[in-house]
């Protein structure tokens, strides 16, 4: 059974950092883009970061230039670190892990809160 395992939330003061990561077990092996999502309070859940198998990233533009995705292969997780953070990130994180190969499939973690507020 596939699970995705999300850590690394909590509050923090605005201007500052965390470092989501998202491990996952029982995969398959194949080909997967991993991402992470959120939804804000009263709001639909919104991309933030995609990464593909070959590491080409895509962010949603109110992140651009604070969040960097990235992932470990050999460990199947995904990181997001998250700088400059503002009280407009305040969200439920998701990772996601899309297959490609060798069929489609979607998995999706839990989530952990990202808190910014002083």
């Known amino acids: 059974q596939v699970q995705l395992v999300e850590s690394g939330g909590g509050l923090v003061q605005p201007g500052g950092s965390l470092r989501l990561s998202c491990a996952a077990s029982?995969?398959?092996?194949?080909?997967?883009?991993m991402g992470w999502h959120r939804r804000a309070p009263g709001k639909q859940r919104e991309l933030v970061a995609t990464i593909t198998p070959g590491g080409m990233t895509n962010y949603a533009d109110s992140v651009k230039g604070r969040f960097t995705i990235s992932r470990d292969n050999a460990k199947n997780t995904v990181h997001l670190q998250m700088n400059s953070l503002k009280p407009d990130d305040t969200a439920v994180y998701y990772c996601k892990f899309e297959r490609h190969w060798p069929s489609g499939a979607d998995y999706w973690g839990q989530g952990t809160q990202v808190t910014v507020s002083s």
């Open positions: 029982g995969i398959i092996s194949g080909t997967y883009s």
